[in-house]
């Protein structure tokens, strides 16, 4: 069986993890799904919830299911400790082209809405956090096709739903889904897009994954799934769609029509980015007969998550090219603007190349790279931290690159305020910081440690708790 979220849910319930909950009573699309994830949250906890019974619609809503490394790594069929590798892996072999199936070996167009029913009010799509704008989609893959090349190209994209059939979308920055709209209209002509919702997660990591070039995903996705991604001809469009997706929504980005969009709270945990933005009509909602809705906690882990994870993969790969003593490759969680980089060092300047690699892969996102050698854990916040204190100088050891992020986008810092509540987008800095030793052979203190078989010989089984002051004859 090829895979898709359905066979991915059925290994999360057979892996007994108790991963997967139903939430049964009736929940408000607006706060009531990201209310649960936000409780949860609470108690560093994040389950995949299955929302049954959403007001106003008769489909299920499968929200948070990409929250965490154990579950990517179920996806991606790894141990959970190597999945960094693993992901590093699965992008670098693109062994598996998409293949084409036909329309009635595709589940996702079992049932086709179009014109007045192709309405979105009939899917659950959540209103995710207090300010937001309005519902949003969040775990959409957005497929377009290059007029230049034909290539077919794919990315999430956020959708602000408007009404029953238009919505908004955000491309940013040098994402290809902007350059690509932008090609159509500038010869007045809309972009045909369809929006995929609903697939293993090894698709959604190939379709964030970041590609040469404008295209690929779908073969990016195919490596991560380590199968080809079975694809069907859109309805409306000479789009390509993946065959077993839940949901798929096709219309036309406008060439000359523009509305507010946002606000919305975005992976920063910041309401920052919209303005006036490309406008989608749908044209047809093609779905699987009983389709699942998915959804992503917008702001949350969930979010962060799906944004850190493939590009720790595609950094590591970018830095490799050029530093090959690179080690591993941590974009944290909890501050996905920065990356640590551990590298073997043969010269100086690795440090410098290194960084500049992870920024030019990550130019609107990473605001701090942090280079140490490959005895630092980057995975150990307290192993980087102590790096930065021991083997870096901020007089010598510091790089400003001014002017670097931005102007404006998602990161708070991009913007200038005023009193007034106004604000202009700016450009901010990003920095080097070189925590690494001098390159030989210069001898630079000696880390201390412990000797590992002096540790290897330790008996656990010989210490004891202290209950009874008779266990210690040297204080009677
Ligand atoms: C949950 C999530 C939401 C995202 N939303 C957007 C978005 O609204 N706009 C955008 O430009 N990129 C967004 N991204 C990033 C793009 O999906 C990603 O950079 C992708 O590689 C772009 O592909 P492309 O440049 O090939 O079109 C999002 C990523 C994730 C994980």
Redesign the pocket.
Known sequence: MPKDLRTYLTDLVRGKSGDLRTVDTSVDPRFGITAYGAWYDKRNEYPALLFTDVAGTDIPCLSNLVATHERMALALGVPADTLTRSSIAGQGRAAHPPIEVSAEQAPVQEVVWRGADADLRRLPIPVHNELDGGPFL??A??V?RDPESGRL???????HVYGPHRMG????????????HRRYAAKGEPTPIAIVIGHHPAF?MG?????PG????YDAAGAFLDEPVQLVRAITSDLLVPARAEIVIEGRILPDELAEEGP?A??PGHYV?GGMKPVIEVDAITLRRDAIFQD?Q?SGR??RL??AL??IASVHQAVQQKVPGLRAVNIPLHTRMHCYLSIRKEFDSDPTRAAFAAFNTEP?NLRAVIVVDDDIDVYDEREVSWAIGTRFDAAEDLQIIPAWNGPGGLLPTNWSYDAEGGRSARSSSAVIIDATKPAPPVVFPTRAKVPDDAVAAVRPASVREVGSLDQLPWLS
């Open positions: 969040t775990a893959v957005s377009t190209n794919a990315g999430i994209y956020r959708h979308v955000w491309f940013f920055g040098s994402h290809d889904g902007g350059v690509i959604l379709a964030v994954s970041r590609v404008i295209g690929g995903e919305f975005e992976w980015g992503i917008a969930e979010h799906m944004g493939p590009r609107e």
